[in-house]
């Protein structure tokens, strides 16, 4: 069964400052991986997705995120924060077709330090 | 852009009470979700659905059950509400098949059983 892991529950960094949040995924064939953002009190908006090609994926927001397949990883990273990127950041997991629902991590919780 | 919408933000009921989480998504997508949200846990997918009249139980789905008359609408139900199912609710929808898994998230239903 697939699964993923965020390793970090709670992140500092002080605004303007670069950012990565690690994930790492388990997964027996080619995954879909995706990270999430949800703002407090909000729904998850979809930050960005690697399906194949380019290990390097741009998102929303200037995030970018890079697929090691080596490594298992989805690490998501952001050169310069703003204090409007505090928020939960949860990655995810899926496969081919998307019918059977996304895994996701348990989340971590970014906080920006003026 | 895809809208998903869920009938309530917040709800309170009573233990044993019936609940019904309704949740409407208007881009004509095959696949919907739901997912409860607890802290530290992340997401847990509850039931999902890839066509009308059609479910599948998710990792939790005890407790719970779900209705798919029409293809934009699909409801979750706690046939009898227990205090361990408060938790924020979120539904969501994508497109079936190929490279097309992404996820779109309504608002959430904060639900809590007194």
């Known amino acids: 069964a697939q699964s993923v892991t965020q390793p970090d529950i709670h992140i500092t960094v002080s605004e303007g400052a670069s950012l990565e949040l690690r994930c790492n995924y388990s997964?027996?064939?080619?995954?879909?991986l995706f990270w999430y953002v949800q703002s407090p009190g909000q729904g998850l908006q979809l930050l960005l997705k690697y399906f194949s090609g380019d290990t390097l994926v741009q998102g929303i927001k200037g995030f970018e995120a890079e697929f090691k397949r080596s490594q298992s990883s989805f690490n998501l990273r952001k050169p310069s924060v703003h204090w409007s990127d505090a928020a939960e950041y949860f990655c995810a997991v899926g496969e081919i077709g998307g019918a059977d629902g996304l895994t996701f991590g348990k989340g971590t919780h970014l906080i920006i330090q003026p | 852009d895809v809208k998903v919408t869920q009938s309530s933000r917040y709800l309170v009921k009573r233990t044993g009470e019936k609940v019904f989480l309704e949740c409407v998504q208007d881009?004509?997508?095959?696949?919907m979700f739901w997912y409860r949200q607890d802290p530290g846990l992340g997401l847990r997918l509850i039931y999902f659905?890839?066509?009308?009249?059609?479910?599948e139980k998710g990792d939790i789905p005890e407790g719970y059950s779900v209705s798919r008359e029409k293809k934009e609408r699909f409801s979750l139900i706690l046939e009898s509400a227990s205090t361990n199912q408060t938790s924020m609710y979120l539904c969501a929808s994508s497109l079936a098949g190929g490279a097309t898994g992404t996820q779109y998230f309504g608002p959430g239903t904060r639900l809590t059983v007194l």
């Open positions: 659905s890839y066509d009308v009249k059609m479910k």
């Open positions: 881009m004509d997508h095959e696949n």
């Open positions: 997964y027996g064939a080619t995954p879909y």
